[in-house]
């Protein structure tokens, strides 16, 4: 088999976020988050009646999980802080939540561990979504102000800050496919969500530049974005439509979000269609081309799970009125997950690093998140030790790895890899149903954590940086 290294200076790691790992829901002083809210409204909407309250219980494991990591070989990890942890409903810090991710990271320093943190991982407070959210320009602006308080808070701390992670999903997600509370099927507001997201993203760079400026960040810090940057894909033999169909997915989930972070503009072709073509009014103000400006950040993480495979719409709109720019196709040589429903194609990583190569050439990138969610893994536990075989596990990691060591080799500036889920974790409506750990979280033996055959894999590919 063919080996492939990695460069001696790419770090590995792992990522998670707050709203997933933590617990402690309504403890030290946290508000609800629509997580709270939906797990409290409608708990049937969760896979097992199991809702946001106790994450993987991290905040009672940390030192644990801190030192699994360590000991698997990792230099670093992704989480994010809860902007209803660590500020309250005037917008102070509520220094119970303060306290806590100073703990953090002081212990997290003490193992050796770099933290990066993300500010928003799809956790608005719930008091800020009764004044409309992300619709709202206002919450926009007292997210710049969290952002502001956390960076003064964790300043000499942290080295590694993000704005959001995955910006598209909340429109996508809450306000046009209606998948997740609040459930619309609204585009327009969707339009909304991710433009006023996009806002909120650029004031909260301003306002560290403004800080570090100050002297308040340390100096070796970096501030990005991370987006599931899904490669766009059609026919091999594209129509004009499907053509068209490509550009605006591709313009919606993956320009959109790398022409602001690196130009600081959002895509003219993509706001045109969308405001002559289709009508849509965005909630733009005079002078937002220059707040836009503001985004531009000093690296990006990359989310990546499965690409995008679109073909022309076989109608205008979908039954709610809203437009349909693509539908899926299905390339006859797919190979899917199927627990997850998404398809596996490790080259979409060396494509994304050529996309970034060709035309984001300055842009330093990482892969910030890929893994592999399996249902029903307590069936593949070895009889005797009750151990989970993840073969596929190992095989998913390395086949991605493969092709990301192929991209630096062809000139890719990607720095470095966080597998998504260490450790199980608790993955919104779907809870726990599919698993994505290194590392198996048993539910019913007070969240004990056991490392899976994948583990020892991971360590050493994480010691010697070859993968094989
Ligand atoms: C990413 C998110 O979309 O994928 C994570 O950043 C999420 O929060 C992960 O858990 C896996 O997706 P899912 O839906 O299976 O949990």
Redesign the pocket.
Known sequence: MAQYELPQNFFFGAAM?GP?TEGGWNTGGKLENLWDTWSNEDISSFYNRVGSYVGNDFMHHYKEDLALLKDLGLDSYRTSIQWSRLIDQDGNINPEGAAWYHELFRASREAGLEVFVNLY?FDMPTYLFRRGGWQNREVCEAYANYAAKAFEEFGQEIRYWFTF??PI?EPEQRYWHGVWYPRHHNFQEACEVQYNISIAHALAVSRYRELYRAGKIREDARIGMIC?FSPSYTKDDPSEADLEALRMNDGLTNRWWLDLVTRGELPADVIDTLTKDLGIVLPARAYDADVLKGGVVDWIGC?Y?QPSRVQAPSKTHDEWGNPLFAEPYIWPERVMNES?GWEIYPKGIYDFGMKCKNEYPELEWFVS?NGI?IEREYLNKDPETQQVMDDYRIDFVRDHLTWVARAIADGARCVGYHY?GLIDNW??A?AFK?R?GFVEVDLMENYERRPKKSAAWLKQVAETHVVA
């Open positions: 976020s997933q991982h992670n995955e999903v599931n989310n799970y997850r998140e969610g998504w993955s919104w779907n599919n994505y």
